[in-house]
């Protein structure tokens, strides 16, 4: 890929521009000066920075604004959140795609088998989320209002989180492929923490929607960068895919290139491969 150049920049937030902290809040959103100086050199070059996590808008636009994203006279920023359902420009907070679907029956049969589980699902004109208990300290951004399950996935929603304290990520993993989960697509994070999204949503089909409403960009033209499971269809989809190097193994498996882990700012170091300082 000599001559290849990057025209689009995908990046993935917590695990990729963010160190995970355990125990962490928002004062953990720290961004470091080899990433901001990396991302600001591929906006120098021309490239199109777009930021794409499993996050809720509202959890979104501050590393926007920590990034200092979009620069001044700029267009407003392309953003894909909640792992592709939804598609939105800033500032301000524009939604111009969103993919809704019903998770009651997907949410029931996940409590059947983990029924102290918490359940979210963000409430996007607001910021908060609506929840059957309240989240451990730190996992969601904004104001958490205590609801009934029934009313919490009583009409469409764009995407569902599932949380177990007491559950293991591979619990998630062995409950998923157990249920089927039909009519629905799903994720387990690094804990037991599930994100369910409609049916062929993910960032990869997010971004698809921002390079067509672009003009004149396909997947080749795109770099991205991810640690997580809800990473693997955007790094296999982009034409460069690279993971972090504290991802899983399926992770990794997923990408062309492995670089260094976010304590050692592996992003940082792959966007320099192409947009180096001394450019």
């Given at each position: 890929?000599?001559d ?8 993935d937030?917590?695990?990729?521009l ?6 962490q ?5 720290t961004i ?5 100086d990396?991302i600001?050199?591929?906006l ?6 777009v ?9 979104m636009?501050?590393?926007a ?8 006279e ?34 029931a049969?996940?409590?059947e088998h ?10 996007r ?6 929840v ?6 730190g ?5 958490q209002l205590?609801t009934e399950?029934d009313d ?16 293991t ?8 492929s ?6 629905t ?8 923490w ?11 089909s997010?971004l698809q ?5 672009i003009?004149?960009?396909?997947a080749a ?36 290139f ?8 592996g992003?940082a ?7 180096p300082?001394?450019?």
């Amino acid at each position: 890929m000599t001559d290849w150049t990057p025209k689009v920049v995908a990046l993935d937030i917590d695990g990729t521009l963010l160190k995970w902290v355990d125990g962490q809040t928002e004062d953990y959103e720290t961004i470091t000066a080899p990433v901001y100086d990396a991302i600001h050199r591929a906006l120098d070059a021309g490239a199109h920075i777009v930021l794409s996590s499993g996050r809720s808008p509202h959890g979104m636009t501050r590393i926007a604004d920590l990034l200092d994203l979009p620069r001044e006279e700029a267009d407003r920023l392309w953003i894909v959140a909640s792992n592709g359902a939804v598609v939105f420009r800033y500032p301000p907070i524009d939604v111009v795609h969103e993919e809704t679907f019903d998770a009651a029956p997907a949410v029931a049969a996940v409590l059947e088998h983990h029924p102290r589980a918490l359940v979210a699902v963000e409430e996007r004109g607001v910021g908060g989320y609506r929840v059957n208990r309240v989240f451990p300290e730190g996992e969601l951004s904004g104001e958490q209002l205590i609801t009934e399950v029934d009313d919490i996935v009583g009409q469409p929603v764009s995407r569902v989180i599932i949380r177990d304290p007491e559950a293991t990520a591979d619990d998630f993993i062995e409950l998923a492929s157990r249920l089927g989960l039909h009519g629905t697509d799903y994720v387990v994070g690094w804990t037991a923490w599930m994100d369910l999204s409609p049916v062929g949503v993910s960032k990869a089909s997010g971004l698809q929607h921002v390079c067509d409403a672009i003009g004149g960009l396909t997947a080749a033209d795109v770099l991205a960068i991810g640690d997580g499971r809800n990473d693997i269809e955007m790094l296999q989809w982009a034409g460069r895919g690279v993971a972090m190097g504290q991802a899983v193994d399926e992770v990794k498996a997923a990408a062309d290139f492995v670089t260094d882990s976010v304590v050692d700012e592996g992003a940082a170091i792959e966007m320099s491969r192409w947009f180096p300082p001394d450019a």
